[in-house]
């Protein structure tokens, strides 16, 4: 069977390795239907971060079930999936609340090979979230809605979700990646009246449109403060999906006193300055989405009652065999984000 | 009339002064009954922070309204009230959104001189809260209990809602000062089940358990967050109410995934690693209480009822002569909190 892996910075491949068979008892193997590329795969891809050559890569995908170990009993072969990028066993104290992205059963070492004709899925029992019905009953469209609930809707809901937006409203939402644009999806999701996505590139301020964002600010740093607090007088909630020293700044500043920043840009810069929040009473939340719950929770029935299309992020398709095509469009902001379709 | 002035580190004086007057619309003069020192007035007698000589002090008291300028309507002369050490105006985004001690109008220079016969309360139609009847209708320890809601029991309330404790959590309490003792009451009105206090001075506990706490930590630093790991394997709600930088490192390493830090001891460095935060989905957040807002919504009717008892933290009383003792004794841990009773 196929899978994409990492030669060398800039260089992907696809390469022939055995089909993956349980191992464990809480294993399933997926015939993966569709996977995609993430923000974050650019780190290692562009060099950022260390990765070893030869490395099977990505993190989200759906798929239909082959097999499965002795204790997974929630789902069985035959059933269609969303593979989160999570790995939650569903009954630790971090899952029982509701974070199942920070598991304290899982290993980093379960979050590889999604972007492949199959996958060892580990911890599969509660993880997996059962779709309904199979491949074929959904529209393109759907099945692209679907796959983004393995990680990046998953994850603009996550800052929103701990950026605590309710009804009415005004949030500010920083980044107009994939994540941020469903950030800005989750904002209007959870009933926000006024969503102010920043962002400079045209094509991804008509999706943020699209998506519910009332205003665009295009202005960065200071001067998007200014803006911001100009149109608003300071927002009630902030969703940080940058991670930038910069962005995390900016994230504060644009908060009225008492107003919370859900952030999932994984932070660049550990150190910061925390009485710029003390003395606003600004609040810092987020980290690793909690994908299983949110799935289960709130995202899939959106996606099935057409009450969100967060399958718009995919703006190029491609075939398993143009991985590289896949990552050189998301590398050089050609593609918001790469879907690659690997079986029907 | 008398008011306690800073006369040096580790000087307090009292001296005449002329009695105020209303000088602007929004201003009430209140003859002050009862008032109290602060853990935060230790600050500058100490001479950690600097502080003129001269300089009238207090921020905590209860009293009779004795005039008001022309916009005060909400209350009249011959009122009995809570002085908050907040001056919110009640409508600007922040008095809006609960966070009245992130009042946009303020000024700090407004929050001086409680420790006196006599106060010029500014901005005082929003922000004063009103008892029923007068004085001489309450006991002696339900008047304490009033004089708590100037600050130290709405701080400590602070400290509990910004760590969004809810009913059923197991909750951490730092710091067994006046503080973090009202912050125990607070969890407990709050509804939390597991009260864990982190004292290690016997009279403390003592109130902590009286208080609602459910068991005793004495250990500190990483011995501390292992015996709370051990005890509870990760609190759903952190009260961080010293505000040194140990005390939040553990406030951080208690809390499971997903935990939010209510801090309220104001941040001795600035500083800190926010990964910490990120990698587990810890929140952060809390800064100056919310008094009004809390006051009218919870602590007032709490403390009519006779539901919560805050003022057991004076545990040692003065005249307004003795203020130098009553500094002394808070200094020299003598006392948890000190009163000082002005006029009935």
Same mark, same amino acid.
């Given at each position: 069977?196929?899978?994409?892996?990492?030669?060398?910075?800039?260089?992907?491949?696809?390469?022939?390795?055995?089909?993956?068979?349980?191992?464990?008892?809480?294993?399933?193997?997926?015939?993966?239907?569709?996977?995609?590329?993430?923000?974050?795969?650019?780190?290692?891809?562009?060099?950022?971060?260390?990765?070893?050559?030869?490395?099977?890569?990505?993190?989200?995908?759906?798929?239909?079930?082959?097999?499965?170990?002795?204790?997974?009993?929630?789902?069985?072969?035959?059933?269609?999936?969303?593979?989160?990028?999570?790995?939650?066993?569903?009954?630790?104290?971090?899952?029982?609340?509701?974070?199942?992205?920070?598991?304290?059963?899982?290993?980093?070492?379960?979050?590889?090979?999604?972007?492949?004709?199959?996958?060892?899925?580990?911890?599969?029992?509660?993880?997996?979230?059962?779709?309904?019905?199979?491949?074929?009953?959904?529209?393109?469209?759907?099945?692209?809605?679907?796959?983004?609930?393995?990680? +990046?809707?998953?994850? #603009?809901?996550? *800052?929103? !979700?701990?950026?605590?937006?309710?009804? @009415?409203?005004?949030?500010? &939402? %920083?980044?107009?990646?994939?994540?941020?644009?469903?950030?800005?999806?989750?904002?209007?999701?959870?009933?926000?009246?006024?969503?102010?996505?920043?962002?400079?590139?045209?094509?991804?301020?008509?999706?943020?449109?699209?998506?519910?964002?009332?205003?665009? +600010?295009?202005?960065? #740093?200071?001067? *998007?403060? !200014?803006?911001?607090?100009?149109?608003? @007088?300071?927002?009630?909630? &902030? %969703?940080?999906?940058?991670?930038?020293?910069?962005?995390?700044?900016?994230?504060?500043?644009?908060?009225?006193?008492?107003?919370?920043?859900?952030?999932?840009?994984?932070?660049?810069?550990?150190?910061?300055?925390?009485?710029?929040?003390?003395?606003?009473?600004?609040?810092?939340? #987020?980290?690793? *989405?909690?994908?299983?719950?949110?799935?289960?929770?709130?995202?899939?029935?959106? &996606? %099935?009652?057409?009450?969100?299309?967060?399958?718009?992020?995919?703006?190029?398709?491609?075939?398993?065999?143009?991985?590289?095509?896949?990552?050189?469009?998301?590398?050089?902001?050609?593609?918001?984000?790469?879907?690659?379709?690997?079986?029907?």
């Amino acid at each position: 069977m196929k899978t994409a892996v990492f030669e060398a910075p800039g260089k992907m491949v696809v390469k022939e390795f055995d089909k993956p068979k349980v191992q464990n008892a809480t294993d399933a193997v997926l015939r993966i239907v569709r996977a995609c590329v993430c923000g974050s795969d650019l780190w290692w891809y562009r060099g950022i971060n260390k990765r070893p050559a030869g490395d099977p890569v990505g993190h989200e995908a759906i798929g239909i079930v082959e097999s499965v170990g002795d204790s997974v009993t929630a789902i069985k072969p035959g059933d269609f999936v969303i593979a989160p990028f999570t790995h939650g066993c569903g009954h630790c104290a971090a899952c029982k609340a509701g974070f199942d992205g920070d598991c304290l059963n899982k290993s980093d070492s379960e979050v590889v090979g999604y972007q492949g004709e199959y996958l060892r899925f580990k911890n599969a029992n509660w993880a997996l979230v059962k779709i309904p019905g199979q491949p074929s009953d959904y529209t393109d469209d759907q099945l692209n809605d679907l796959l983004t609930l393995a990680d +990046v809707m998953a994850t #603009g809901y996550h *800052a929103a !979700a701990t950026a605590e937006v309710k009804e @009415g409203d005004t949030v500010v &939402v %920083l980044g107009d990646g994939a994540v941020g644009l469903c950030g800005v999806i989750a904002a209007k999701l959870r009933g926000a009246d006024r969503i102010i996505a920043m962002s400079r590139h045209e094509d991804r301020q008509k999706l943020a449109r699209e998506f519910g964002a009332t205003d665009i +600010v295009a202005e960065r #740093g200071d001067k *998007a403060v !200014a803006k911001v607090l100009e149109l608003t @007088g300071g927002a009630d909630a &902030v %969703l940080e999906c940058v991670g930038t020293e910069q962005s995390v700044d900016t994230a504060v500043k644009v908060g009225r006193p008492g107003a919370v920043v859900g952030r999932v840009g994984v932070p660049q810069k550990a150190e910061m300055n925390t009485n710029n929040l003390f003395w606003k009473n600004i609040g810092l939340r #987020g980290g690793i *989405a909690a994908v299983t719950t949110y799935d289960r929770k709130v995202l899939l029935n959106a &996606v %099935l009652a057409g009450k969100i299309h967060p399958g718009k992020v995919f703006t190029k398709r491609f075939q398993l065999n143009d991985i590289q095509a896949a990552y050189e469009a998301m590398d050089k902001r050609e593609a918001i984000k790469s879907l690659i379709v690997i079986s029907d």
